[in-house]
């Protein structure tokens, strides 16, 4: 059951309710339905993970292709008997109704604010009763998504104000609690403190619990359930936060988990992407573009290796969309930070595939270069949330876009500040010491502007990581020597630019004439990107 | 036990306990709001600083911006600012809309964070200057910003000269003079005579400044490397 994150979402009236009412009866429940609600019933009753895995992540999806392709599945009032009228497994049936209406048709706002009162009583039964069950992972961290996306969806629809008609501005205002964030931050917080998950993490690592090793099932009678939705509620939490922009605090609450290994975040692929997706997003928005670069990597050799074995599965397109821009993150990060001995062989190819012209545009600074990476970042960006409820007072607007128009502008505007650094890496990799006088000259600008420009490098170059220290994230790197008014240039170069190493010094010693021109020549090639370093 | 009254610094710490202890476990609730708004005034105040504070209360704006202060979240900012080389001012930037940092002293507020990001110190303290009653406001900003400046000196200059480092830091004359002389005795500068009656400096050696020279395995460049390049000297 993929959440179609892609989809445009049509401004739901009651009008479009109607019609999807009169397509179908909600009463009448196809026998291959009632066999299905009756077999998954029992098997949650009788805690048989793999039937529960396989009816809901084969079965449900089959009906849904062959019986429900654009209308809503019966309703739980008419398949309710079958199961007892028991109380949680409704809950779960009336949830995963209405996943199939987000993944299929288009909710109206009665069904986003009922979906929102289904989510409530749901998590109140987790969180406060003992709910005796045990539910694949793929389930629980579906569960988690999918509330995390109606969020957002809710926020996206409730912003744009334009065309709202009158009952829909009198709903809103009615149920103003229905996806608050507030609500949302403080359900998923809840499910971290009353599983408490992080001192189970903890404590496993001394060796006194077990959950990682048993992919979070329980085998001693338990239940599973509100652990693991801790588990991936701390993920839930990290992508809230990326969409309202705190980058900061959304990687604290991912904390506890250790992306380093292997763990119950990958033991689900959709909830390994949208970690690492995110994870890798919020470094790049705090300029620590080597770890981005790095869990890109390791996450785009993964899918490469893996993703065959998804194919027949709801989720593929999900993660070849989220492979596409983890990829255009990928190019942004090297663009702004060089490393390419990071990144493993395999993963270079595809990125010099896709986006190898857009990346060597990107490092010219040029008016062209900033399209490139507003480009990029646009279409892998996460969609950003305006959290605050509309004023209802005013002349209403569509402000949806407001959110990610400041994330890019904030982008952009750090690209920019970078924008003389490429033309320092140049010549860190052709000359090794070089006077700045001579350097201000080719460069063209004067000595104090070379200084803050050298400045610049520096300071863009050595990230404070996120235990305060300072890291260098150079790949090449200088010092100054005021004394001698020389800029020494102290490389570490891999293998692919040894080409160039020492070259002019080379030169220098062949070609006594003109020493000055054809560094000045170099140069101006070297800026036009004639050669290749 | 012997009741002690508590001297205004204990307060001050249980202040601070309590706030920092909401924020970890109750960071979304609306009521909290004025207890961090207490707390920016007294990081302001006592000289400390608590980013995730700040970055909760900035949140919390974000969810009701009626009942966003504009004189708090000057005040956050200034604070970001003297936390830098850390990316706090960007990171509270990011919370902040578009149409309030398009006032006035928001725009000062971000165009002193530009100079600083791109080395520019003497414009900066020129437009420092320029905006007193922002940055007078917080005690110990000049001291912060000239930390940043001699971080940053550092990472690049093995040794530099006098002038050099008086305009990134804002100090000259008998003032620069003293505070040299607390530098070399308590942080390991050195003092040189530079050209003619110039002063140099030399800064600590560190791993950023003093980078060794990396031996490539090949020092030799094979002779088709050299001979590619010719035809675009020609």
């Known amino acids: 059951m993929a959440t179609n994150y892609d989809y445009e979402e049509a401004p739901a009236t009651y009008d479009e309710a109607h019609r999807q009412d009169l397509g179908y009866d909600p009463n009448f429940v196809p026998d291959s339905v009632k066999s299905l609600v009756v077999h998954l019933y029992r098997h949650i009753r009788e805690k048989n993970v793999y039937e529960i895995h396989q009816m809901y992540e084969i079965s449900f999806q089959t009906l849904s292709d062959r019986l429900f392709k654009d209308t809503p599945w019966p309703s739980v009032?008419?398949?309710?008997?079958?199961?007892?009228?028991?109380?949680?497994?409704?809950?779960?049936?009336?949830?995963?109704?209405?996943?199939?209406?987000?993944?299929?048709l288009s909710p109206t706002l009665k069904q986003r604010i009922d979906s929102w009162d289904n989510y409530c009583s749901l998590f109140q039964v987790v969180l406060h009763s003992v709910v005796n069950m045990q539910l694949p992972n793929q389930w629980l961290w579906?569960?988690?998504?999918?509330?995390?996306?109606?969020?957002?969806?809710?926020?996206?629809?409730?912003?744009?104000?334009?065309?709202?008609?009158?009952?829909?501005?009198?709903?809103?205002?009615?149920?103003?609690?229905?996806?608050?964030?507030?609500?949302?931050?403080?359900?998923?917080?809840?499910?971290?403190?009353?599983?408490?998950?992080?001192q189970i993490?903890?404590?496993?690592?001394?060796?006194?619990?077990?959950?990682?090793?048993?992919?979070?099932?329980?085998?001693?009678?338990?239940?599973?359930?509100?652990?693991?939705?801790?588990?991936?509620?701390?993920?839930?939490?990290?992508?809230?936060?990326?969409?309202?922009?705190?980058?900061?605090?959304?990687?604290?609450?991912?904390?506890?988990?250790?992306?380093?290994?292997?763990?119950?975040?990958?033991?689900?692929?959709?909830?390994?992407?949208?970690?690492i997706y995110h994870y890798g997003f919020a470094n790049l928005m705090l300029r620590r573009y080597v770890d981005a670069i790095r869990e890109f990597n390791k996450m785009l050799l993964y899918i490469y290796k893996t993703k065959q074995y998804h194919q027949k599965s709801p989720q593929y397109e999900q993660i070849l969309k989220k492979n596409e821009q983890m990829y255009a993150l990928l190019a942004i990060c090297l663009s702004l930070c060089p490393q390419?001995?990071?990144?493993?062989?395999?993963?270079?190819?595809?990125?010099?595939?896709?986006?190898?012209?857009?990346?060597?545009?990107?490092?010219?600074?040029?008016?062209?270069?900033?399209?490139?990476?507003?480009?990029?970042?646009?279409?892998?960006?996460?969609?950003?949330?305006?959290?605050?409820?509309?004023?209802?007072?005013?002349?209403?607007?569509?402000?949806?876009?407001?959110?990610y128009r400041l994330q890019l502008k904030l982008f952009l505007y750090e690209v920019k500040q970078q924008q003389l650094l490429s033309g320092v890496r140049t010549f860190l990799k052709v000359y090794s010491t070089i006077s700045l006088g001579k350097l201000?000259?080719?460069?063209?600008?004067?000595?104090?502007?070379?200084?803050?420009?050298?400045?610049?490098?520096?300071?863009?170059?050595?990230?404070?990581?996120?235990?305060?220290?300072?890291?260098?994230?150079?790949?090449?790197?200088?010092?100054i020597d005021d004394v001698r008014k020389t800029f020494s240039l102290c490389k570490y170069l891999c293998a692919a630019e040894k080409m160039c190493f020492k070259l002019p010094c080379v030169l220098y010693n062949f070609i006594a004439a003109d020493t000055d021109g054809i560094h000045k020549q170099l140069w101006t090639n070297l800026r036009l990107g004639y050669v290749k370093t | 036990?012997?009741?002690?009254?508590?001297?205004?610094?204990?307060?001050?710490?249980?202040?601070?306990?309590?706030?920092?202890?909401?924020?970890?476990?109750?960071?979304?609730?609306?009521?909290?709001?004025?207890?961090?708004?207490?707390?920016?005034?007294?990081?302001?105040?006592?000289?400390?600083?608590?980013?995730?504070?700040?970055?909760?209360?900035?949140?919390l704006y974000q969810f009701e911006p009626e009942r966003m202060s504009n004189q708090i979240v000057a005040r956050i900012l200034v604070k970001a600012l003297m936390a830098m080389p850390a990316p706090d001012f960007s990171l509270c930037l990011f919370l902040i809309p578009e149409r309030v940092q398009m006032e006035e002293q928001f725009k000062t507020l971000i165009v002193l964070s530009h100079y600083l990001e791109t080395g520019r110190f003497r414009q900066f303290w020129d437009?420092?200057?320029?905006?007193?009653?922002?940055?007078?406001?917080?005690?110990?900003?000049?001291?912060?910003?000239q930390s940043y400046a001699i971080h940053v000196l550092s990472l690049t200059y093995e040794k530099i000269q006098r002038p050099v480092l008086a305009e990134a830091i804002n100090i000259e004359g008998l003032s620069l003079d003293k505070?040299?002389?607390?530098?070399?005795?308590?942080?390991?500068?050195?003092?040189?005579?530079?050209?003619?009656?110039?002063?140099?400096?030399?800064?600590?050696?560190?791993?950023?400044?003093?980078?060794?020279?990396?031996?490539?395995?090949?020092?030799?460049?094979?002779?088709?490397?050299?001979?590619?390049?010719?035809?675009?000297?020609?």
């Open chain 1, 77 to 104: 009032d008419a398949v309710a008997h079958f199961v007892d009228n028991d109380q949680v497994f409704c809950l779960l049936y009336r949830e995963m109704w209405f996943r199939h209406i987000y993944a299929r």
């Open chain 1, 142 to 198: 579906d569960m988690v998504d999918e509330f995390v996306y109606q969020f957002q969806s809710f926020c996206q629809y409730r912003a744009k104000m334009k065309n709202k008609t009158e009952q829909e501005i009198a709903l809103l205002r009615q149920y103003d609690q229905a996806w608050n964030v507030y609500g949302v931050l403080n359900y998923l917080q809840a499910f971290v403190e009353k599983s408490n998950i992080i």
């Open chain 1, 201 to 275: 993490l903890e404590q496993e690592k001394e060796g006194l619990e077990q959950f990682t090793a048993t992919d979070g099932y329980d085998y001693s009678g338990g239940s599973n359930v509100l652990k693991v939705l801790g588990y991936f509620s701390m993920v839930g939490l990290l992508r809230v936060h990326c969409l309202l922009g705190d980058y900061q605090t959304g990687l604290k609450c991912l904390l506890p988990i250790d992306i380093s290994q292997q763990g119950v975040y990958t033991s689900v692929i959709g909830s390994h992407i949208t970690t």
């Open chain 1, 340 to 403: 390419v001995k990071l990144v493993e062989e395999t993963v270079n190819s595809q990125l010099r595939e896709k986006y190898g012209e857009k990346m060597a545009r990107m490092q010219r600074y040029d008016d062209e270069a900033f399209a490139i990476y507003d480009e990029l970042f646009s279409y892998a960006c996460p969609k950003f949330i305006t959290p605050s409820a509309p004023s209802f007072e005013e002349p209403l607007v569509n402000y949806n876009q407001d959110a």
């Open chain 1, 440 to 479: 201000a000259n080719y460069m063209e600008v004067d000595d104090p502007t070379l200084r803050t420009i050298l400045l610049t490098y520096k300071h863009k170059t050595h990230a404070v990581d996120s235990e305060g220290k300072v890291i260098s994230n150079a790949d090449v790197d200088f010092y």
């Open chain 2, 1 to 59: 036990m012997r009741r002690e009254r508590e001297t205004p610094k204990q307060q001050q710490q249980q202040v601070s306990y309590t706030v920092e202890h909401l924020v970890a476990v109750n960071p979304y609730n609306p009521d909290i709001l004025p207890d961090l708004e207490n707390y920016v005034n007294e990081q302001v105040s006592s000289q400390t600083y608590s980013l995730d504070a700040n970055l909760c209360l900035l949140r």
């Open chain 2, 127 to 145: 437009e420092a200057a320029k905006s007193r009653h922002i940055v007078e406001a917080v005690p110990g900003f000049e001291q912060a910003i």
């Open chain 2, 179 to 234: 505070f040299l002389e607390y530098q070399a005795a308590n942080s390991g500068w050195i003092l040189e005579k530079g050209h003619g009656r110039g002063q140099l400096i030399v800064l600590p050696q560190n791993e950023f400044n003093h980078p060794e020279l990396k031996k490539s395995d090949a020092d030799s460049v094979p002779l088709e490397h050299i001979t590619r390049i010719f035809p675009i000297l020609g």
